[in-house]
């Protein structure tokens, strides 16, 4: 083993997760998972915690559901149940450390996750169009594979670098400022800047997830956050909050200080925010 994989191995994750409902919203509709597990079994952890890397893998996620009535509460904890319930079960093959396996794996998770969703919205009135986005982050030694369909995001912090935004939001909006015909900061503004192109389940009928990798290093930070943080707060705060924050949330961690920020400038939608450290 190198001097690097028995690093990685000893590193510790320290995590925290805060889901809010926001200013204006009766329902949360947001939801976020944390869990570890290995072959032989499968295990919940807590929003605040830590833990070593080793014998076990690690899983964080955040959904944003949609639907009418409590469709949209339902969608999100579907689609964070349903990771629990599917992707213990190819633990080993993740385990051998093989990349494209570990995507082969995320890309079928999503997708029978989508298909399970449609399947109920057809054969169910109350969940007739229920949706959900779904940002999902799993830790091996020394890499973290991802998963995204949908606005939420996952933002990359390496201990030597600028903050990195890894995933790209699925919305009508986000396609026009990446083909040049609108700026990011025009992009903020519009009002049909939540308009999704994917979800999970709700009118889509084939799904493109977003999969990939990245290796870390001990100091290293991910965030992931549903919209309702980002629509309240920039990329920019986000870092600053993250990295450099003022006197007065510096006793917060680093969940409570997105969710708390974005509230006051926004809660128009309900702030989840779930932040890893390797350490």
Not at 172 to 191: Q, T
Not at 192 to 216: F, H, M, T, W
Request: hydrophobic residues 35%.
């Amino acid at each position: 083993m190198s001097e690097s994989d028995k690093i990685n191995r000893s590193a510790t994750l320290t995590w925290c997760g805060l889901t809010d409902v926001g200013r204006f919203r009766k329902n949360n509709e947001d939801a976020f998972l944390a869990l570890t597990f290995n072959s032989e079994e499968v295990r919940y952890l807590g929003k605040i915690g830590d833990a070593r890397l080793g014998g076990s893998d690690y899983i964080f996620a955040v959904s944003d559901g949609m639907g009418g009535e409590n469709a949209g509460e339902f969608a999100s904890k579907i689609a964070v149940d349903k990771i629990a319930e599917l992707l213990p079960k190819s633990f080993n093959l993740g385990a051998m450390g093989l990349d494209r396996g570990c995507s082969q794996i995320l890309a079928e998770l999503v997708n029978r996750i989508h298909t399970q969703m449609m399947e109920m919205g057809s054969h169910y009135e109350e969940c007739l169009g229920m949706g959900a986005t779904l940002s999902l982050c799993w830790f091996t030694p020394g890499r973290m594979y991802f998963a995204h369909v949908g606005d939420s995001r996952i933002y990359y912090f390496p201990r030597k670098g600028e903050m990195q935004q890894i995933t790209e939001d699925h919305t009508h909006v986000a396609r026009l400022v990446k083909k040049g015909r609108i700026s990011a900061f025009e992009a903020r503004s519009r009002p049909d800047r939540n308009v999704l192109e994917q979800a999970l389940g709700g009118n889509v009928k084939r799904i493109d997830p977003q999969i990939g990798s990245v290796e870390y290093e001990v100091g290293d930070r991910f965030v992931l956050c549903t919209d309702g943080v980002t629509d309240g707060i920039s990329n920019r705060r986000i870092q600053a909050l993250t990295e450099y924050p003022p006197a007065n949330f510096a006793d917060l961690n680093y969940a409570e200080r997105l969710v708390v920020d974005a509230k006051q400038e926004s809660g128009r939608d309900n702030l989840t925010a779930l932040a890893v450290e390797i350490g």
